[in-house]
T-cell receptor, first 112, second 114 residues
Framework: KQEVTQIPAALSVPEGENLVLNCSFT??????LQWFRQDPGKGLTSLLL?????REQTSGRLNASLDKSSGRSTLYIAASQPGDSATYLC???????????FGKGTHLIIQP | DAGVIQSPRHEVTEMGQEVTLRCKPI?????LFWYRQTMMRGLELLIY????????DSGMPEDRFSAKMPNASFSTLKIQPSEPRDSAVYFC????????????FGPGTRLTVL
């Protein structure tokens, strides 16, 4: 069964810093990997989706990479801002009955 | 588009009562997913539909849970009878093609069973 792990579980950094969130998964047979953002009491917002054949995706200050063979992904946030404070979730789509498997998330706080 | 719509947003009920959660997916999306989020277990997939047909319900915790999708624009998740351990946030999501396209999530229903 697929397992997704996110490190660190929580992170607090000053505004302006560049940071990296990590995600690892146990089964490399995936179709895609998604990064989501969740604000307190709200639903999930998709940030980036990387297909299994791709190595990275970029959106504004966000860059996500995927190394399927090693079962790892990173989310890079450049020039962090207080508005980036949220929980970031990584999820992999394994297809069929597995559906989308989520990590527990990284709770990020950007200090003004 | 208004996005994925869920109702109610909050539900408080007593143990043993029937609970029905509702979801309207984004128009044109062929896939609909039901998830449950708890502090202990995180986000878990309960069931998903393709063109109104359930693909897999192995994530449904017990026979007390059932889900239906009578048409392309409406789905329900029912718990009968409800128990305190069912307290969680239940999310509905939809996508064009599973495994290829982004899943779009609704705001969730926060269920509290007393």
């Amino acid at each position: 069964k697929q397992e997704v792990t996110q490190i660190p579980a929580a992170l607090s950094v000053p505004e302006g810093e560049n940071l990296v969130l990590n995600c690892s998964f146990t089964d490399s047979a995936i179709y895609n990997l998604q990064w989501f953002r969740q604000d307190p009491g709200k639903g999930l917002t998709s940030l980036l989706l990387i297909q299994s054949s791709q190595r990275e995706q970029t959106s504004g200050r966000l860059n996500a990479s995927l190394d399927k063979s090693s079962g790892r992904s990173t989310l890079y946030i450049a020039a962090s801002q207080p508005g980036d404070s949220a929980t970031y979730l990584c999820a992999v789509w394994g297809g069929g009955a597995d559906g989308l498997t989520f990590g527990k998330g990284t709770h990020l706080i950007i200090q003004p | 588009d208004a996005g994925v719509i869920q109702s109610p947003r909050h539900e408080v009920t007593e143990m043993g009562q029937e609970v029905t959660l509702r979801c309207k997916p984004i128009s044109g999306h062929d896939y609909l997913f039901w998830y449950r989020q708890t502090m202990m277990r995180g986000l878990e997939l309960l069931i998903y539909f393709n063109n109104n047909v359930p693909i897999d319900d192995s994530g449904m915790p017990e026979d007390r849970f059932s889900a239906k999708m009578p048409n392309a624009s409406f789905s329900t998740l029912k718990i009968q009878p409800s128990e305190p351990r069912d307290s969680a946030v239940y999310f509905c999501a939809s996508s064009l093609v599973a495994g290829v396209d982004t899943q779009y999530f609704g705001p969730g229903t926060r269920l509290t069973v007393l």
